[in-house]
């Protein structure tokens, strides 16, 4: 009886100790991290999503796409006056509204020249008139001596300050035939092209 009783109990142990082996030789249990349905809200640093190789550099090839182009650099455009044009218009004609007092009047001023508008402290440096005003990439020009698209360049000061045009710009242009587009903008006082006058 004593021999039954040793080997039982031996038999117990060595059923123990052959399970307790068995536990340490499983691995740990891992839990996939995921958004808790009912349980608490999960606090901490967000990671970032990590993306499948290839994929990363597709998303920031996207992005390049459609960034905002880098800003041209400014260049100065200039004033060619044709052969043809050249030394064939001395003056221009330009109408001066005085939004105030609600009247227009009607002025012949020299191309190249300073006009002093009257009872006013404004001034007008007049440049180059075109009669067939062209963009040709930087060159503002005529396309011909026919007044098709006359335009004036000019230069607007009140007192000693420039008001027109925008900084940033060599000359601010007035179109008889479009005096809507780029138009010289006072609170009291407008400007407009009416015409080129032909030399002599």
């Not at 182009?69 to 044709?82: E, F, G």
């Not at 027109?164 to 009291?188: C, D, M, T, Y």
């Amino acid at each position: 009886m004593e021999r039954k009783g040793c080997l039982i109990v031996l038999t117990i142990l060595l059923i123990f100790s052959l399970n307790s082996c068995k536990e340490k030789e499983k691995p740990p249990a891992t839990e996939v991290p995921g958004p808790a349905v009912n349980g608490p809200i999960q606090t901490g640093p967000i990671q970032p999503r990590q993306m499948p190789p290839g994929q990363d550099e597709m998303a920031s090839g996207t992005q390049q796409q459609f960034a905002a182009p880098a800003t041209m650099p400014k260049a100065k455009s200039r004033i060619v006056v044709p052969d043809s044009v050249k030394n064939k218009w001395s003056e221009a004609r330009i109408v001066i509204e005085d939004k105030v007092a609600k009247t227009k009047k009607e002025f012949t001023v020299k191309l190249n020249s300073d006009f002093s508008v009257p009872n006013s402290n404004l001034r007008i440096h007049v440049g180059e008139f075109l009669p067939d005003f062209k963009m040709d990439g930087l060159n503002l020009t005529s396309a011909s001596n026919t007044p098709n698209n006359p335009a004036l360049a000019i230069k607007v000061y009140e007192g000693d300050r420039q008001i027109f045009p925008a900084p940033g710009r060599n000359w601010g242009w007035l179109f008889a035939k479009v005096p809507s587009i780029h138009p010289f903008e006072h609170q009291k006082y407008g400007i407009f092209l009416k015409e080129g006058v032909r030399k002599g």
